[in-house]
């Protein structure tokens, strides 16, 4: 099966800017998840999605951060204006069900988006 | 909420050797999830443990969740070069719909 697609891989882009990430999850695959993975710590996630609703998006800040998944399949992360510290990979992975199962949820990961704020 | 915290931050080995990581939460653990990363790339799914004592093997990587379900360690049977990588432990919680949340990862370095 086809793995999780995302992009771009790199980008490159001055502060107060903007930026989009884009991300196509697995196929059937009903929830879907981005992280921030900042140099030298675990992922940290930002948003998630059950079909096309929000999940949890209490540690996504508001005021710079947006996301959406219309339809329920390809989700977009929107960063506007970019600061310094956003600069990281960005991470973003489907499971199957977020029904809650404990240990039954192996989360799918894409390969990222790498973010570098001037 | 729950912190995860690995152990070592990281590691550099000879080819050949075994070599531990410990992955230790503040709270109960329930699904256990490990996890690599190779520099600038996703991560690939492992291995995932739930219950206390369970050990779990693949190829020459084992992991375990202790007794009490606060501490996972993942064991690596004569390295090799392939297994360089950042290993990250993730933990679902129990009853947080499927997200996960990780500890820091551990660096591994393994020379031939």
């Known amino acids: 099966e086809a793995g999780v697609a995302q992009s771009p891989r790199y980008k490159i882009i001055e502060k107060r800017q903007s930026v989009a990430f884009w991300c196509n999850p697995i196929?059937?695959?009903?929830?879907l998840y981005w992280y921030q993975q900042i140099l030298g710590q675990g992922p940290k996630l930002l948003i998630q999605?059950?079909?096309?609703?929000?999940?949890?998006d209490s540690q996504l800040p508001k005021d710079r951060f947006s996301a959406e998944r219309l339809k329920g399949v390809d989700s977009t992360l929107k960063i506007q204006p970019a600061k310094l510290e956003d600069s990281a990979v960005y991470l973003c992975?489907?499971?199957?069900?977020?029904?809650?199962?404990?240990?039954?949820?192996?989360?799918?990961f894409g390969a990222g988006s790498r973010l570098t704020v001037l | 909420s729950q912190e995860l915290e690995q152990s070592p931050q990281s590691l550099i080995v000879q080819e050949g050797k075994n070599l531990t990581i410990n992955c230790t939460s503040s709270?109960?653990?329930?699904?256990l999830y490990w996890y690599k990363q190779k520099y600038g790339e996703g991560l690939i799914f492992l291995m995932m443990?739930?219950?206390?004592?369970e050990e779990k093997s693949h190829e020459k990587i084992t992991a375990k969740l202790d007794e009490k379900k606060q501490q996972s360690s993942l064991h690596i049977t004569a390295s090799q070069p392939s297994h360089a990588g950042i290993y990250l432990c993730?933990?679902?919680?129990?009853?947080?719909?499927?997200?996960?949340?990780f500890g820091q990862g551990t660096i591994l370095t393994v020379h031939p």
């Open positions: 992975a489907s499971s199957f069900t977020g029904s809650g199962i404990s240990g039954a949820n192996v989360l799918t």
């Open positions: 196929s059937g695959h009903a929830t």
């Open positions: 999605f059950q079909n096309n609703g929000v999940v949890d």
């Open positions: 709270k109960t653990l329930y699904g």
């Open positions: 443990l739930q219950k206390g004592g």
């Open positions: 993730g933990a679902d919680g129990g009853t947080s719909y499927g997200k996960l949340t």
